[in-house]
């Protein structure tokens, strides 16, 4: 993979030069490239063609930055914006650091990835800004981190972390006051460039994600913590923030919660191997004793001789994974395996002898716990409403794009209805975690449309086969729908696709004017489908496939199956086809019209179907329409 490095001489940029060193490597600085010099930047990436770029570069001077505000914002905001439109143009993904201080501290327990930022400081609103890379390119990875330790940047007046000044500092003095308060996590650069090449090498899918060194601390313990394992001996005093006043304010807590990534080790063994790296323990002429005489413990550093010291601070970066390409293997291979795993697990009953992986029961299924199901299973509905929404950005900031209102109420209600007019009584909503509440604020239970909703998170997008995985539970032995939230159907009623639905895979058609843009369906004159290509540049037929489709309960085994493309988000497309290769898929057309509203253009173009719509309801048009819950 080609990789570019920007702030390769920083103290994370270094580290992050010597964890990629196998990769194809191409190392800028400040010297190489302006990151806020868009036309530069541009040309550059364009010139160089980076499959993935990790920008390390940050002005994290945090009490400078109240002052120097249009500075920090060019540098921590349009700097990423310039690299991830670049990033874009040239299809990389682009992994960019953010910061703790995008939250406010007043979540004691700590903040998830999904909690809305609130800074404080001027350095934290430029770093938040900074997170709007996000809208600006779907391969993107930020990565949150904070208080980072490790070896200075090899750049002229480089700072020193905290625990290369707390040394320096016990050598030169016997007694020191530091701040007590303003609980953190230290972490270290070398374990948070580890991480974020598992990051890029994993099965991980772009968004925000949390990289700390386990456990959390104030700046006095974290000083204490220094000079124990450094056999330094000083006398600590534990003292308010208020003892040094400082232009930025900091959050009290701002711990970040990992919940997606495997935890890295303690930040106080991190700290450690620091220490031993820059052989900075020293040898204790008698055993035992504590090298530390202390209050209590200890915050940000502030010393009574009016020292102050700005935390070395990192922007959020998302990762890439390397391993982001289409599957070696074919997919009947992939759905092959997932059969056999699904036969283990459920004991699948075969028509034949022989339990091969292509033949399945028709007819029934015995579970575990010995209990065979009916021939004619229930049908489920799952609306798949995540999604960043980038293409309606700005609108997408606010609010969900599937809450966005089209004529005379929010999107997500006509998928909603569309399954409500064919029988379904039990459905899903998959919903970002920052718009649940929206979502339940709206929709509620479902018992005034005389259906059950149920709801569940999806972290980050993964591509449509996640759905299933998510609603493996909710599935269960049952038949499902799955819709996606901004697809609109006028006029075609699938209450008798539905209901006439038994087993494998059923997939519709619309033929469209311009095929390429969207999933392909090839079939022949009995509806048989005979090929299935995703973005074709040559299409086979002018039928796409629209955001509706109905799959027996073994899509959930077999989503697991289905492993990333070149992004990394799986495509509905690999399950499709993996029913077609067992010749369980068919397809049906839709009667009507379609739209996928995720343009400013078809926001407008369904808002006057439906207004027309509804005018010709009311001059007594005998008309059928998609909408209804009022």
């Known amino acids: 993979m080609k990789l570019l490095i920007i702030g390769s001489k920083g103290m994370l940029g270094q580290e992050l030069a010597k964890v990629f060193s196998n990769y194809e490597l191409t190392l800028w600085d400040r010297e190489e490239l302006d990151i806020t010099d868009e036309k530069a930047v541009n040309q550059k990436i364009r010139e160089l063609q980076p499959e993935l770029i990790i920008n390390s570069a940050a002005y994290n001077a945090v009490d400078d930055c109240e002052e120097k505000f249009e500075l920090a914002k060019k540098i921590n905001h349009q700097g990423p914006i310039n690299l991830a439109k670049a990033a874009n143009k040239v299809g990389a993904f682009l992994i960019h650091y953010s910061t703790d201080y995008v939250f406010d501290g007043q979540k004691q327990e700590g903040y998830l990835e999904y909690d809305l930022p609130a800074p404080i400081s001027k350095y934290g609103e430029s770093k938040y800004l900074g997170e709007e890379i996000l809208e600006h390119n779907d391969l993107t990875f930020l990565i949150r981190t904070s208080r980072l330790f490790g070896k200075s940047a ?15 500092l016990a050598d030169e003095k016997e007694e ?10 230290p972490t270290y650069v070398v374990d948070l460039a580890e991480q974020t090449k598992l990051l890029v090498e994993g099965d991980y899918a772009p968004g925000i994600y949390h ?8 700046w006095c313990e974290f000083a204490c913590e220094i000079f124990e ?8 005093n534990p003292v308010a923030c208020s003892v040094f006043p400082r232009s930025a304010k900091r959050p009290m807590f701002s711990s970040l919660i990992n919940s997606k990534l495997p935890k890295m080790r303690s930040w106080q063994d991190a700290l450690q191997s620091f220490l031993d790296e820059i052989g900075a323990v020293e040898k204790v002429s008698a055993p035992g004793g504590n090298k530390v005489d202390r209050i209590e413990k200890a915050p940000e550093i502030h010393l009574s001789d009016g020292f102050r010291m700005e935390e070395e601070k990192v922007d959020p970066a998302p990762l890439v994974n390397e391993e982001l390409v289409a599957p070696e293997s074919p997919v009947e291979k992939v759905f092959v395996e997932h059969v056999q795993q699904v036969e283990q697990k459920i004991n699948v009953v075969s028509n034949s002898s022989t339990h091969s992986p292509r033949s399945f029961a028709p007819t029934s299924v015995k579970t575990t716990a010995g209990r065979q199901s009916d021939t004619q299973k229930n049908m489920k509905g799952i609306i798949l409403a995540g999604g960043k929404g980038t293409r309606l950005h700005p609108l997408t900031k606010i609010t969900s794009k599937q809450l966005l209102t089209i004529y005379n109420k929010p999107m997500v209600m006509y998928p ?25 604020q709206l929709l509620g239970s479902g018992k005034e449309w005389g259906v059950k909703i149920t709801y569940e998170i999806q ?22 729908t ?9 006029d075609h009623d699938f209450t008798e696709d539905i209901k006439s639905f038994d087993k494998g895979g059923r997939i519709f058609a619309v033929e469209v004017p311009d095929p390429e843009r969207f999933g392909v369906v090839e079939f022949d004159i009995n509806k048989q489908v005979l090929s299935i290509e995703e973005k074709p540049k040559e299409p086979k037929s002018n039928y796409a496939i629209p955001g509706i489709y109905i799959f027996d309960s073994r899509v959930a085994n077999i989503a697991k199956g289905i492993k990333p493309t070149w992004r990394p988000e799986t495509d509905i497309t690999e399950v499709h086809k993996a029913y077609l290769t067992i010749n369980e898929l068919d397809v049906r057309l839709i009667r009507g019209r379609w739209l996928d509203t995720g343009t400013f253009e078809s926001l407008l173009q369904a808002g006057n179907i439906v207004a027309t719509l509804e005018y010709q309801k009311k001059m007594g048009f005998n008309t059928k329409i998609s909408g209804g819950i009022n």
Do not use: H, W
């Not at 090899?154 to 320096?168: H, P």
């Not at 020191?176 to 996590?185: A, M, Q, W």
């Open 229 to 236: 394992r450094a056999n330094k001996t000083v006398k600590i």
């Open 154 to 168: 090899l750049i002229e007046g480089a700072k020193k972390s905290f625990v290369e000044i707390m040394l320096k």
């Open 211 to 218: 990289v700390t060194n386990e456990g959390a601390c104030t």
């Open 416 to 440: 909603l209805e569309t399954l409500i007019k064919s029988g379904i009584k039990d459905i899903l909503i998959i919903v970002a975690p920052e718009y649940a509440g929206q979502y339940l």
């Open 459 to 480: 972290d980050a997008p993964k591509g449509l086969p996640e759905a299933f995985i998510i609603g493996e539970n909710f599935i269960g032995d049952d038949n499902v």
């Open 176 to 185: 020191l006051d530091i701040v007590d308060e303003e609980v953190s996590s």
């Open 482 to 490: 799955l819709i996606l939230g901004d697809n609109l159907f006028f």
